[in-house]
């Protein structure tokens, strides 16, 4: 259960607030919001659920056409039909490395709502324009946009042609996005910028090298949904209690800026959000369960006859369909991805001292070696601390040390085996 916290008020003609609406909206804006929705038409209603989204500490319900008129985008309605964590089951398998046991339920529709409400509560407080805002919004709706089936698995069907941050350049293209951009004055080209991270002040709240608004709300949401962190009992009540530590479910409404520069006003909520990061990509992302499925199914795609399925079709289809077309590839190999048990993916080796090529010699066709990458863990983000704005690893050396260390022992030469 999330603690109770005193809240800064947010007035926003788009936003109402549940339980207590009178923050935000009214009453009556949230009545409107649900005729609405259910006046577009049925099947629009389980993309935008009615009692509202969990926005930090929130519970927030979207009433304004900007964030309502995005469900007349079929593309992004496509999105409440993609999980956020791809080919993960139900519940991702446990490892001796101390992985965590996470549900999948989550898709990038819920995020694709999360990251905007974020943005416009986050421009509110630090006193952006009406045109910055619905810049804000607009962007951080379709930031995913162009995410494939199953999301990162997805595009390993091409991975050059699925980028969906180079492809958001497609919604100049769309004729039901461009009509949504019109209808609220937000231009395509600053759009396209935001997303890639180059529009002034937005685009490095959206998406930068370091935490952004987009981390902080895929971090939340998905630690929302960890059950527990085997193997490794003296994190569980850490990660337990940063999850719901108010502070940092709500860190969106500690960034600023001075005109040029983004930076977090809370460096000790901070601190909590990159190492719940952190842990997240360690024990889940980059478990070496999950990274020995992604190498299987990128093994079994290569072998796949080429023009089988295009990366356009990819990008349009939703997790079903890609996963009807997994089980033509393989379907014995499908069944195990849906798996639990944590026997069926599994990393034979890590190794840090040698070669790629060596250690394909080394361990020869019956098996498959990949080199795996380390995670960027965000100790160059900026912060204020006592007037001074100065990235994290001044602030907290002794804590970027050990974010760094994380982060580097996820980089390695994996084996895994080629049978499965």
Not at 224 to 243: E, K, M, S
Not at 353 to 374: H, I, N, P, T, W
């Amino acid at each position: 259960m999330i603690p109770n916290v005193e809240r800064r008020v947010i007035m926003s003609p788009y936003l109402a607030e549940m339980p207590d609406p009178i923050t935000l909206g009214a009453y009556d804006d949230i009545q409107r919001s649900r005729k609405y929705v259910e006046s577009l038409k049925d099947a629009y209603v389980e993309c935008f659920p009615v009692g509202g989204f969990q926005i930090g500490t929130r519970r927030i319900v979207p009433h304004g056409e900007i964030y309502q008129d995005l469900l007349k985008i079929p593309n992004f309605r496509r999105l409440s039909k993609v999980k956020q964590l791809g080919m993960i089951g139900v519940f991702s398998s446990v490892g001796t490395d101390g992985q965590m046991d996470m549900c999948s339920c989550q898709t990038r529709g819920d995020h694709s709502f999360d990251v905007p409400i974020r943005m416009e509560i986050s421009c509110r407080l630090d006193s952006f324009d009406e045109d910055e805002i619905s810049l804000a919004i607009a962007s951080g709706a379709l930031h995913d946009a162009y995410t494939p089936a199953f999301s990162e698995h997805g595009k390993l069907v091409d991975p050059g042609k699925l980028d969906e941050e180079r492809n958001i350049m497609l919604i100049a293209k769309d004729e039901d996005t461009m009509a949504y951009l019109r209808k609220f004055g937000v231009g395509a080209r600053d759009v396209i910028n935001a997303v890639w991270g180059v529009y002034p002040v937005i685009g490095e709240m959206l998406n930068s090298e370091n935490l952004d608004v987009d981390k902080i709300a895929y971090t939340i949401m998905d630690s929302d949904h960890v059950h527990y962190l085997t193997a490794c009992p003296d994190q569980t009540d850490l990660f337990i209690g940063y999850r719901l530590d108010p502070a940092v479910r709500d860190l969106h409404e500690s960034i600023s800026s001075d005109g040029k520069k983004v930076f977090f006003t809370d460096p000790h909520a901070l601190r909590k959000m990159l190492y719940l990061r952190a842990w997240l990509h360690k024990n889940h992302y980059l478990s070496g369960s999950n990274r020995a499925r992604e190498v299987c199914l990128e093994h079994e795609l290569k072998k796949r006859p080429a023009g089988k399925v295009t990366a356009r079709q990819v990008m349009k289809m939703e997790d079903w369909q890609f996963e009807h077309y997994l089980k033509e590839v393989n379907s014995a190999l499908y069944s195990r991805f849906q798996s639990a048990d944590s026997d069926s993916f599994q990393e034979i080796a890590r190794i840090r001292d040698a070669s790629e090529k060596d250690v394909r010699k080394d361990y020869g066709k019956g098996f498959l070696v990949k080199k795996q990458a380390r995670f960027n863990p965000g100790t160059c983000t900026l912060l204020k601390m006592h007037g001074s704005i100065i990235p994290f690893h001044e602030a907290f050396p002794q804590d970027a040390q050990m974010l760094g260390d994380i982060a580097d022992s996820c980089e390695y030469i994996g084996v895994y085996r080629a049978d499965l």
